[in-house]
């Protein structure tokens, strides 16, 4: 059996025609949308990735605003900007680039943003209401994980999820998520015991871990479908997954390719959730 691609590249851009015009209708009001990203060093990497996130911004029509800061900012300098952008009007989403330099704390700068404008999801008022089932923004990986399930038509209720990986950022979240459509979770991490006894039952097998081609068609169940969040070098440098992407895809119904599958969602998601800040801003200001 070889299972279905999903395409994350595809859906993400259908979700994105969906955000332009979201943000045609605003402008039309009188209100653009801005997100605003804050770089701090010269992280490569980083750079990349807010490159990326800041062309995606342009593309749908929004505001894009880069501040970049040298290694040796002090946290009080940081604070200082990230105040800056919470009262300032035309920005309705602030996104700090991470990792930041180890003499600055990540949670105090996180805990900073406004949660009106913490596009990413992490402030602990926003992760709480995400718990809570409230409206809020939802963490874009796992939010983006979501989507790509709804629009393939993957049922989520009853199904037994098991997500591989428990960071703030994805593995947590996505089990909460996932909870919320009724779906049984099981998490699993570097201290689970016989690891494919778990994801042999998935009906859904998320995969979070940073480990190249880690989970392999052995540790699938048949017919699951697989998601693979995971973003490694392989042996030739080579992009690739958590998941042996080969010998899963026998075993799966569907699965994530990498690159194309999971990385594209995570920008689409940061821009829905930009959207939604500006329309309840908009929605305030009329
Ligand atoms: P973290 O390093 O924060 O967390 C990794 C998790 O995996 C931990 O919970 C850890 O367990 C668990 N883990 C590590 N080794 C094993 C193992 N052998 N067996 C079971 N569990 C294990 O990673 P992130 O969640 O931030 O990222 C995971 C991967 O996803 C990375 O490759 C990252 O690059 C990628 N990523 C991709 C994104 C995208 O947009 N495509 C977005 C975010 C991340 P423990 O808690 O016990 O240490």
Redesign the pocket.
């Known amino acids: 059996m070889t299972g279905s691609l999903i395409d994350g590249v595809a859906i993400g851009k259908e979700i994105r025609e969906e955000i332009k015009e979201g943000v045609t209708a605003l402008k039309e009001k009188g209100c653009q949308p801005g997100l605003a990203v804050i770089l701090v060093g010269d992280n490569q990497a980083s750079r990349t990735y807010v490159k990326n996130k800041q062309k995606s911004t342009l593309e749908v029509g929004m505001k894009s605003e880069l501040i970049e800061l040298p290694a040796t900012v002090t946290e009080e300098e940081l604070l200082a900007c990230v105040a800056k952008l919470n009262n300032d009007e035309s920005i309705n989403g602030i996104l700090v680039q991470l990792p930041l330099p180890n003499h600055i704390d990540e949670n105090l700068v996180i805990r900073a943003i406004a949660p009106a404008k913490d596009v990413d999801g992490f402030h602990p008022e926003n992760v709480g209401k995400m718990i809570i089932g409230q409206q809020t923004f939802l963490s874009c ?1 796992p939010y983006g994980i979501i989507e790509l399930l709804e629009r393939t038509g993957t049922e989520m209720s009853g199904k037994h999820a098991v997500i ?4 703030n ?3 947590k979240p996505m089990g909460q998520l996932l909870l919320q459509r009724d779906a049984t979770v099981t998490y ?5 015991k016989d ?1 494919a006894t778990f994801t042999k039952q998935a009906d859904i097998l998320i995969v ?4 190249a081609k ?1 989970i392999t068609g052995e540790h699938v169940k048949a017919g699951a479908v697989v998601i693979d ?4 070098r392989d042996e030739n440098g080579k992009l690739c997954g ?1 998941v042996d992407f080969a010998t899963a895809k026998e075993v799966a119904s569907a699965i994530t390719p990498v690159p194309g599958g ?2 594209p969602m ?1 920008i689409t998601m940061l821009l829905k959730n930009t959207l939604q800040s500006a329309e309840q801003a908009c929605s305030q200001s009329l």
């Open positions: 990986t591989v990986g428990r960071s950022i994805v593995g699993c991490h570097s201290k689970t690891l979070a871990i940073g480990r880690f969040v995971g973003m490694n958590d999971v990385g995570t």
